[in-house]
Every structure is written in structure tokens, then in C-alpha cells.
């Protein structure tokens, strides 16, 4: 039996008219959708520039489904170069460093720097259908070389600066890798992390050879090995070059990520040069409603999936300026992203929804310090958000009324696939909203049946899109294929999707399975609670544990808990009992910022949760694992 349920939105919410007048897309493009089929995703294609324009918008060849077939392109062209004509001294990027320096890159400069580092890399031997690997904090030069590997028609392979050297060497062999870019060092946290030695260790541990590069990031005095391209001379050396953006098919592929692994070992998902970057592209200008004369900010980092959509490659091929920022969102001060959107003026915000109820643990007080009007669009990704926090979000950042998107994807679809349209679909807080035009979703049983309109089960998408991956879009050539995620979701009437969590960390009860975004969000209700993640402990016989983090200024006690698993009790039944409610100053989460379940789930049953560098906040586990004990 499942328990979840919805039904009890506040919504639905309309934007303002302030808005809806400007935004980029006003009307329901559903019906255009089921009018066209497939072939209405030529709007997205649109976004781009072509150099063979293609044949067809979706046809089945050599045993896959081809997206824009026929068509050749260039990423790197179409972000940089297609610029250079009507804004070369707009700014492309304006980098926050964590040490209170900044740097700003006009088109001009970043189609400069791009061609060098091409020249550079190529002169290395890169060629195209190479897979280079970055190992880089979200600092300038990342994109820089993404796009350099792109122009060259090498796929890049980004892994997160914070991985272990055993990480790295798993993705360097995994992938076959023989490049790797990487810095000396840089600052986590205020103290200097050696990124070199880690890099050197993966590369020992690597099954071949792995030519590397090193920009320079801290220039202390950490000891590097010298085996290694210096960045800077490999530019000095190619110093006005240019490279030609070599042409790539639709379909070629543009890089490989590797999905986040919260609940299960990461795969390797390679995406295409045109149907992604058309699909990512098309959302960020109908979702994010970015336009060229924006100051548009995802605070995340490049090395997610959020980050090559949606800090990268979307916003550059729009032609806007994207703000990044190296720090983690509490670096520094609790106010530091405010005194960012002030100063920069942003006008749409995007990050992860665990980093919204971070801001709520912190408090109003830091949003309210700074003058946050320039804010049009705020928007969340990465987990379920629950309505409290939304309504925080929308009231505390988004000064009462600006439209909030929660929008929801995978590394696997590329882009944002369940999302409202700001200006067109009224907003249900706690549901990610409909699908996108263009899409089909639908619930499903473990059969793969669906189910009724309001029952829970898997989301499985039914349609293909231009964003879906290489290996998908070879198993969609079969005549009853559907992409059956491992989110569990219900769908309202209106066809909105509520998010419940991910299938692995659905929580029994007793005899009533819940999705953990149904315990946490009835949790979050509870005044005075911030956060909060709902495991299942195996030792405790199948029963539910709660670990809370309380808002700054209220204490976690005894009459808290019983609050908290009173009204738990009230909203969800009698059997919704937890085996214990463990207040924790912190939960661990990944570097996209998702809650590690999976390792408060290990915690709670005493068991090994191995290594931890895989969270942006390793330091936090031991303390967690003490308040669990002491509990
Ligand atoms: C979860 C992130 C609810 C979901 C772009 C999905 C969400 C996984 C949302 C993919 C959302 C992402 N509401 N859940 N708005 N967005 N998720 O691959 O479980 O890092 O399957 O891509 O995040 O995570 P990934």
C-alpha cells in the first residue's frame, strides 16, 4: 500500500501581469504540439545556427531515433561565435571567485580565449571523438575548455572538483580518457586544497596514460610535480590563434556525464550536439525566460548536469550573461548570494531546493538585508520542494510575487522535461507542474501499467525528445518503449506532476510505502523546522527515522519532536510514526546538492557508509553520526 497523497496545494498561483507582458513564451504551445507532433520541436532546432540545415526533425535511421537528422553544427560556434556580430562586448561571463576576486568575459574575450585553448589542446593531439577530462571548481577557464573541446568536436567529461583521486581515476578509465585539464589548487572553504596531487594519484591509479594540463588557480606555494602543460604558456604559445569550429552531425556526440549515484553506482550518459543543445536551449528561453539583456544566475556547479544546461550552454547560446560562483551558497556569509544578486542586478535565479531550505535554516533576515528587486524569475531544480519552502522562496527572495519554477529533469533528459511555463501555466506549490509542451508523462505501476489519476507510482516518459541521450535514443526504436524513471510521482487532475523521491528511497511504514518528499514535506510544515530527511532503518524493523535540522534560532527538544510526529500523525495517519525524530545541524548532500539518503539510512542502522567524498560536505558526518548515537 502507498500513502502518499495530494490534493492540498495552496495554489494555483497566477504570475504577475508584470511578467507574463515580457516573458519569452505566452502561449500553450500544447496545442501546437498535438496539432504538429515531432515536428513542432523545430522551434527548438530554431534556436540555433545550422551549418547544414537538417532533413528531418525525428526519423528512425540505422537502429536509433535521429533527432534534426541530417543536420551539422557546432556547439562551441553557436555559443561564442554566432555572437561576435550584433554583441562582442556584451558580458558572456562574470565570475565570483571565494576569495573576493572576480573576473568578466565579453563574447570577444571568451571567443579569444576558446580558440587558444582549441589550438592548444589540439596541438596536444585532441581530435575530434576524443573525451577530455576536467577536474576544475566553477572557475572561468571550465567553460572555457568545455567549449574548446567542443569546437574541436572532443567530448568533454566533467567530474566534480571535490571527488576523490580514485573517483577521478574510475571516470578517466571509464571513459577512456587520455586528457585531463585541471588547477593547482583552490580554496574550500578558506583553506587551500592541493588539486594537482589529487589529479596526480588518479593519474597513477589510472589504467593508461593521461596527458594533463594545469591552470594555475591559487599559485601558492603547494608543491606540484612537474609532469604537466601549464595552462597559461599553452595559451602564450597559441596567442591569437583561431580554430575552426569542426562540424559535428546532429547526433555526434557533444560530452558524457555520469549521473549522480545518490541511490545507485553513476552511469554514463552521452548527450548530443544537436538535439541537446536545441533542447537546452529552447528551455532555458521558455522555462528560465532567459534573454540576451539578462544577468541570469545558477548557483551550482558547472560539473552537475544543471551546470552544462543550465550555467553553460543554455545561456550562452542565448547570448546572455551568466553569472558563476565559485564558493559553495554559505562560503563566506549567510548573506553572500544576496549582496551577489544585488550588486549584479539578476534577474532570474536557479538552484538546487535543498539550497532554498538551507536559506530558510538561515533565516529571512539575510534576503531582507539586500535589495532583491531586480529578481523576475526564481526557479529550483534537484529534489522535490515542498510548499512552505516554495512559499519562503517566493515571499523572502522573489518579493512576494515573482513566478517560481520547480522545475524537474535528469541527467538523462538533458534539460527540464516537468516544469510550468511562467507565463502560461498557473503555479501549484509542491507539484513540479505539467509536462512540458511537446511531452508525455505517465504513471505506472511496477508492470508498467498506469495507474489512476491520483495514485502514486513510477513517472515514466512516453514521448522521445531532442534531449534524450545517445543510449535512449536507441532503445526508443522499439514499438512499445517508454523511459520508466526511478522517480516516484502522482499526477492531480490538471495533469500536474507532484514529485514524491526517488523509487530506492521510498520509507514502509508498517504496511504503507511512502515517497521520502511525503514524510519530509508533512515534517517542514511543522513551524520552527528547516529541513528534513526521512530514511527507512532496516535494524529498527522497517521503520521510518527522522533526521531535522530546526530553523537558526529554535531548539531541537523533546517538545519539538512530539509537535513533529503529532502532526504527522494528523496529516498522514496513525501508522506514520517515526522510530525516531534526530535533530542534526546539517544533512549531507551531494555537490548538486541532494540530500545523501542513502548514508543517513546507514548511519541510522550503524552500519559503514564509506567514502564520503562524494558530499560538499563531508565534515558534517561525524557529527551526524554522534547525535545519531546519543539519540
Ligand atoms: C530529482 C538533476 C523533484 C529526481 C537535474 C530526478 C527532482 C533526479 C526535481 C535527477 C524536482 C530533480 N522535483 N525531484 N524539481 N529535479 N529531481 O540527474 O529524483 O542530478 O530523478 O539531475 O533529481 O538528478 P540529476
Same mark, same amino acid.
Given at each position: ?458 513517472? *515514466?516518459?512516453? +514521448? ?6 545517445? !543510449?535512449? &535514443? @536507441? #532503445? %526508443? /526504436?522499439?514499438?512499445?518503449? =517508454? ?33 521520502? *518528499?511525503?514524510? +519530509? ?6 513551524? !520552527?523546522? &528547516? @529541513? #528534513? %530527511? /526521512?530514511?527507512?532503518?532496516? =535494524? ?92
Amino acid at each position: 500500500m502507498a500513502g502518499d497523497h495530494v490534493g492540498d496545494h495552496d495554489g494555483p498561483i497566477q504570475p504577475p501581469a508584470s511578467f507574463v507582458e515580457g516573458a519569452n513564451v505566452t502561449e500553450d504551445l500544447r496545442e501546437q504540439f498535438e496539432r504538429e507532433g515531432p515536428d513542432a520541436w523545430s522551434r527548438a532546432a530554431d534556436t540555433l545556427d545550422w551549418s547544414e540545415p537538417y532533413d528531418e526533425v525525428l526519423r528512425e535511421r540505422d537502429g536509433a531515433l535521429r533527432w534534426f537528422d541530417g543536420g551539422r553544427l557546432n556547439a562551441s560556434y553557436n555559443c561564442v561565435d554566432r555572437h561576435l556580430a550584433d554583441r562582442k562586448n556584451h558580458v558572456a561571463i562574470r565570475w565570483e571567485g571565494t576569495t573576493g576576486e572576480s573576473r568578466t568575459y565579453t563574447y570577444l574575450d571568451l571567443y579569444h580565449e576558446v580558440n587558444e585553448a582549441a589550438a592548444g589542446l589540439r596541438s596536444l593531439g585532441v581530435e575530434a571523438g576524443d573525451v577530455v577530462t576536467l577536474y576544475m571548481p566553477v572557475m572561468p577557464e571550465l567553460p572555457v575548455v568545455m567549449l574548446a573541446c567542443a569546437r574541436l568536436g572532443a567530448l568533454h567529461n566533467v567530474v566534480f572538483a571535490g571527488f576523490s583521486a580514485d573517483e577521478l581515476a574510475e571516470r578517466l578509465d571509464g571513459t577512456g580518457s587520455e586528457y585531463l585539464v585541471t588547477c593547482d589548487g583552490y580554496y574550500r572553504r578558506g583553506t587551500a586544497v592541493n588539486q594537482k596531487n589529487k589529479a596526480d594519484n588518479a593519474r597513477m591509479a589510472a589504467d593508461h596514460d593521461v596527458e594533463t594540463v594545469v591552470v594555475t588557480r591559487l599559485d601558492d606555494d603547494l608543491y606540484l610535480s612537474d609532469d604537466h602543460v601549464d595552462y597559461g604558456e599553452l595559451l602564450d604559445d597559441h596567442a591569437g590563434a583561431t580554430v575552426d569550429p569542426v562540424e559535428r552531425a546532429a547526433d555526434d556526440p557533444l560530452f558524457v556525464i555520469y549521473t549522480s549515484g545518490t541511490t545507485g553506482e553513476p552511469d554514463q550518459v552521452v548527450h548530443t550536439t544537436g538535439g541537446y543543445l536545441s533542447y537546452v536551449t529552447w528551455t532555458g528561453e521558455s522555462v528560465l525566460d532567459i534573454k540576451p539583456s539578462d544577468t541570469y544566475w545558477c548557483a551550482a556547479d558547472v560539473a552537475w548536469i544543471t551546470g552544462h544546461s543550465y550555467m553553460v550552454y543554455a545561456p550562452l547560446a542565448l547570448g546572455t550573461t551568466t553569472l558563476l560562483y565559485e564558493g559553495a551558497p554559505d562560503q563566506s556569509e549567510k548573506d553572500r548570494l544576496w549582496e551577489l544578486v544585488e550588486r549584479h542586478r539578476v534577474d532570474v535565479f536557479y538552484t538546487a531546493s535543498t539550497v532554498v531550505r538551507a536559506f530558510v535554516k538561515w533565516g529571512e533576515e539575510h534576503p531582507a538585508a539586500h535589495d532583491l528587486s531586480s529578481l523576475r524569475l526564481l526557479g529550483t531544480v534537484g529534489e522535490p520542494i515542498d510548499p512552505r519552502t516554495w512559499t519562503w522562496y517566493r515571499e523572502h527572495v522573489g518579493g512576494g510575487d515573482a513566478p517560481v519554477v520547480d522545475t524537474w529533469w535528469q541527467t538523462e533528459t538533458g534539460g527540464i522535461l516537468v516544469s510550468t511555463l511562467p507565463a502560461v501555466d498557473p503555479m501549484k506549490p509542491g507539484a513540479a507542474g505539467p509536462p512540458l509542451p511537446g511531452h508525455e508523462v505517465s504513471v505506472v505501476d511496477y508492470t508498467g501499467d498506469p495507474v489512476e489519476t491520483g495514485e502514486p507510482g513510477h513517472l *515514466a516518459v512516453t +514521448e522521445p525528445w531532442p534531449g534524450m541521450p545517445r !543510449g535512449l &535514443a @536507441e #532503445a %526508443a /526504436v522499439a514499438d512499445d518503449w =517508454t523511459y520508466v524513471t526511478s522517480d516516484r510521482a502522482v499526477v492531480d487532475g490538471d495533469g500536474y506532476v507532484t514529485f514524491l523521491g526517488r523509487e530506492d528511497d521510498t520509507v514502509a511504514v508498517g504496511d504503507t510505502a511512502y515517497g521520502p *518528499a511525503t514524510l +519530509e514535506s508533512a515534517v517542514i510544515e511543522v513551524g !520552527g523546522v &528547516a @529541513e #528534513a %530527511a /526521512v530514511v527507512e532503518s532496516e =535494524t529498527a524493523g522497517e521503520k521510518a527515522v527522522a533526521y531535522v535540522c530546526t530553523e537558526r534560532d529554535r531548539q531541537g527538544d523533546d517538545a519539538l519532536r512530539a509537535r513533529i510526529e503529532n502532526h504527522v500523525a494528523d496529516r498522514l495517519g496513525p501508522t506514520a510514526r517515526f522510530e525516531a525524530v534526530i535533530f542534526t545541524p546539517e544533512l549531507p548532500k551531494t555537490h548538486s546538492g541532494k540530500i545523501m539518503r542513502r548514508l543517513l539510512s546507514a548511519i541510522a542502522d550503524g552500519e559503514e557508509y564509506g567514502d564520503t567524498s562524494a558530499l560538499r560536505n563531508p565534515e558534517t558526518v561525524g557529527e551526524i553520526e554522534t547525535v545519531s548515537r546519543d539519540d
